[in-house]
């Protein structure tokens, strides 16, 4: 499972290391390579990408699965407040709701 803290930090260190390289900084890289090389900070948040589509794809299943459901779920309800009202009527009390 992605770690969104670890990758939302690995996002803005990438950026930073992305300005640093626009503002005329060298290209870090070490041998043997080291977390601090341009490289591979720049290369940690890309490398979620392809997990990140495929959540998001999964995600995206799973809510045109429920929402019909939860429109049905939502008429049915609304079916039963219908009743509850005018069983309340029936008897003589009334729902400000």
Known sequence: MLD?????AQTTEALAELQRLCDGKKF???????????DVVLHRPLAAVPALIQRVRELEA???????LLAEIHEKLD???????????????????
């Open 4 to 8: 969104l803290a670890e990758l939302e």
């Open 28 to 38: 870090t890289m070490c041998i043997p390579p080291q977390g601090i090389d341009s």
């Open 62 to 68: 799973e809510r045109e699965r429920i929402f019909p």
């Open 79 to 97: 079916e039963q407040k219908a009743k509850l009202n005018l069983l309340q009527m029936i008897q003589g009390g009334h729902d400000d709701s």
